[in-house]
């Protein structure tokens, strides 16, 4: 979905967000999905963060390192 859209963000800072970590973690995904991301990763210079809206966990996190980025980008 995103290749569709990239174009609008091109020379943005993207973060990409895995969510629902609760349910499974990064590291629990197969090699071909971590690559995928990866690639996503490098290819568009993003940063990439994960959280769980049910525990809390990198929720701060998440918002934490988005105001940093935004305040660099401007």
Not at 53 to 69: P, Q, R
Request: charged share 35%; aromatic share 6%.
């Amino acid at each position: 979905m995103f290749n569709g859209v990239k174009e609008l963000f091109r020379g943005k800072p993207i973060i990409i967000v895995l969510t629902k970590t609760d349910i499974r973690k990064y590291d629990d995904l197969e090699e071909d999905e971590k690559s995928m991301l990866e690639q996503l990763k490098n290819e568009n210079q993003a940063t990439i963060l994960t959280l769980s809206n049910k525990t809390g966990t990198g929720v701060f996190d998440v918002k934490k390192e988005a105001c940093e980025i935004l305040q660099k980008y401007r």
